[in-house]
């Protein structure tokens, strides 16, 4: 089984210089939100290209800073339909799951 995850966000001083600062610019806060506001549009189209090629979510429950999908293939063949939906391998993390038996 091959799982993707999809990266949501993170804490915010993860992607802002803004830990431990007494003085923020404000500059900062709109550049982060443009590119959030890019970056969850892209994670919505790659994810309805999934959904929509029989890929299906994992429980999520808010608590995670991504999105799981699932199925049951090879990564050779994740890989191939990844490259067919154009989705860039760099906008995701796949990994090959062991089958429990």
Do not use: C, F
Not at 72 to 97: C, M, S
């Amino acid at each position: 089984m091959i799982n993707i995850s999809l990266w949501l966000y993170g804490k915010p001083s993860w992607g802002m210089p803004i830990e431990g600062k007494a003085y923020i610019n404000p500059k900062i806060i709109r550049e982060s939100g443009d590119d959030l506001r890019n970056h969850l549009h892209n994670v919505a189209d790659i994810l309805e290209k999934l959904q929509s090629s029989g890929w299906k979510m994992s429980e999520s429950y808010g608590s995670i800073y991504a999105l799981e999908l699932h199925k049951n293939t090879t990564k050779k063949e994740a890989q191939k339909e990844l490259k067919t939906l154009k989705i860039n391998i760099n906008d995701i993390n796949i990994e090959e799951l062991e089958d429990e038996e």
